[in-house]
């Protein structure tokens, strides 16, 4: 997966973009704080370095909301759909599809190119942590039933009529859904009681 951008960094880039566009100018950085719910200046300028070493941005410290979007990263917005679980698999929607969606969030371009069907889940749980997904983290999918040995899913487990987030492997007649937490156990299912329901392309950090 690609490097990625905490959901703080999302908010502010947005609104920069969404700020030029009605504007024809950058946003200055109280601007930028008071838009995105942020707690000092400070905090902001720690986040506009992020993304300026990211090259989201480029910045002229000695002038005045002198921000400039970086045109060669392109975006696109995707669907929240919902929540998964990174730990003891919940209940989720049957196949995700809602006529209504609680958020969305911008992911570079090329992270859903050739791929159909892409939408976001919010993780709830730690059993990934060691993968660097954690709980409020949120990971995005291409909706699909293809996997291979050691992909990260989304697998619906039938019977339990449950999802959970996990790295999954073929193992015999088995198929293991593995945590990425040492602390956690593996969940064992015949083959046919688990449908891949999409496959992580990308993780924005909740941080």
């Given at each position: 997966?690609?490097?990625?951008?905490?959901?703080?960094?999302?908010?502010?880039?947005?609104?920069?973009?969404?700020?030029?566009?009605?504007?024809?100018?950058?946003?200055?950085?109280r601007d930028i704080q008071e838009?995105?719910?942020?707690?000092?200046?400070?905090?902001?300028?720690?986040?506009?370095?992020?993304?300026?070493?990211?090259?989201?941005?480029?910045?002229?410290?000695?002038?005045?909301?002198?921000?400039?979007?970086?045109?060669?990263?392109?975006?696109?917005?995707?669907?929240?759909?919902?929540?998964?679980?990174?730990?003891?698999?919940?209940?989720?929607?049957?196949?995700?599809?809602?006529?209504?969606?609680?958020?969305?969030?911008?992911?570079p371009s090329e992270v859903a190119?050739?791929?159909?069907?892409?939408?976001?889940?919010?993780?709830?749980?730690?059993?990934?942590?060691?993968?660097?997904?954690?709980?409020?983290?949120?990971?995005?999918?291409?909706?699909?039933?293809?996997?291979?040995?050691?992909?990260?899913?989304?697998?619906?487990?039938?019977?339990?009529?449950?999802?959970?987030?996990?790295?999954?492997?073929?193992?015999?007649?088995?198929?293991?859904?593995?945590?990425?937490?040492?602390?956690?156990?593996?969940?064992?299912?015949?083959?046919?009681?688990?449908?891949?329901?999409?496959?992580?392309?990308?993780?924005?950090?909740?941080?």
């Amino acid at each position: 997966m690609m490097k990625t951008l905490s959901a703080k960094q999302q908010s502010i880039l947005r609104f920069i973009r969404d700020f030029i566009r009605e504007h024809d100018y950058p946003p200055s950085i109280r601007d930028i704080q008071e838009a995105c719910s942020i707690s000092s200046t400070s905090v902001v300028d720690y986040n506009l370095k992020a993304l300026e070493r990211l090259g989201h941005i480029r910045r002229d410290r000695e002038v005045s909301r002198a921000i400039e979007l970086v045109g060669r990263r392109k975006s696109m917005s995707v669907p929240v759909v919902g929540q998964i679980a990174a730990g003891i698999p919940i209940a989720v929607p049957e196949t995700f599809e809602h006529q209504e969606f609680e958020d969305d969030v911008d992911v570079p371009s090329e992270v859903a190119a050739g791929h159909d069907n892409v939408f976001a889940l919010r993780v709830k749980g730690t059993s990934m942590i060691d993968a660097l997904v954690n709980d409020g983290d949120i990971v995005v999918l291409e909706g699909t039933s293809a996997w291979q040995d050691g992909d990260m899913v989304a697998a619906w487990i039938k019977s339990k009529e449950e999802t959970t987030l996990k790295r999954i492997y073929h193992e015999g007649q088995r198929i293991r859904l593995q945590p990425a937490n040492t602390t956690m156990d593996p969940i064992y299912a015949s083959a046919d009681d688990v449908e891949v329901q999409g496959r992580v392309l990308y993780r924005i950090g909740n941080f």
